[in-house]
């Protein structure tokens, strides 16, 4: 019997064990694009010993624990109710509720960082990047994910008689702001990039959108296995630097 331990590739799980864990409702069909983000996020982590990770705003998800299995992590979000999500009851993760930019841990606590899917929701981006940087430790990693300058909902216009309009979608999500460029984010924290991965291109953008749209779920469902063969080619087609819609990238502080 292969054990948990046996597995880790060293210090981050081995990416197809990590992609079966996709918290994401059908992760093979609606959830399609989940997998995507988690292959890009895969990418760009570290593969090296991180005990201590404050993951900012991973609410039910889960994603750093799953990612580094022999980390200790604290998942601060804004939403309390996330508490009780079973990601949260694992012995080695401790639920904070609290906001991003009023960090409630002292300067230099944890290794690394992540904000996956998180800078788009906080008004003042600003703050919430001095404080992740803040507490932070030298040498530690930031790793963060959100949509980019190619960014829009529905992708293409064909779609838009299915779909909600892009505010509704914006506002429903708790979007502040499209994305970021990598060189917004370059600004924002000012360091450099040490690696960053796109997805969602624009082959795969079809079931992730036809997932979003207004469609009964019978036909989203349909229409994304319809979809499968030219979502699954250009998955596996798409490289780290290619056109993508959406951006996961790792900052190491100095």
């Known amino acids: 019997m292969v ?4 597995k880790i590739d060293n210090f981050k799980l ?3 064990d990590f992609l079966a864990c996709n918290p994401f409702p059908e992760p093979l069909t609606l959830g399609f694009f989940y997998r995507e983000k988690m292959r890009a996020i895969h990418h760009i982590a570290p593969n090296q010993e991180l005990p201590k990770i404050l993951e900012v705003g991973g609410g039910q998800s889960g994603l750093t624990s ?10 601060i979000d804004f939403n309390p109710e996330y508490a009780k999500a079973p990601c949260n009851q694992q012995e080695r993760v401790n639920f904070v509720c609290g906001d991003a930019t009023a960090l409630p841990f002292a300067d230099e606590s ?3 960082v992540t904000m996956f899917d998180l800078l788009e929701h906080v008004p003042d981006d600003q703050k919430a990047i001095s404080e992740a940087l803040r507490v932070l430790r030298p040498h530690g990693f930031l790793l963060i994910s959100t949509p980019n300058e190619n960014w829009r909902f529905p992708y ?3 779609m838009q008689s299915i779909c909600p309009s892009e505010d509704e979608v914006m506002a429903e999500w708790g979007h502040v702001r499209r994305g970021y460029t990598l060189t917004e984010i370059k600004t924002l924290i000012n360091l450099s990039c040490q690696k960053y991965a796109t997805f969602i291109n624009p082959l795969t953008v079809l079931g992730h959108d036809v997932a979003f749209s207004n469609l009964p779920h019978r036909q989203r469902r349909i229409l994304c296995k319809i979809l499968s063969p030219l979502t699954w080619l250009s998955y596996y087609l798409h490289k780290p630097q290619g056109l993508g819609t959406e951006t996961a990238s790792v900052w190491q502080k100095n």
């Open 3 to 6: 054990t948990l331990s046996q």
């Open 14 to 16: 081995p990416l197809q």
């Open 66 to 75: 799953l990612l580094y299995p022999q980390a200790k992590i604290t998942n």
């Open 110 to 112: 944890f290794d690394a």
């Open 156 to 158: 293409y216009k064909f």
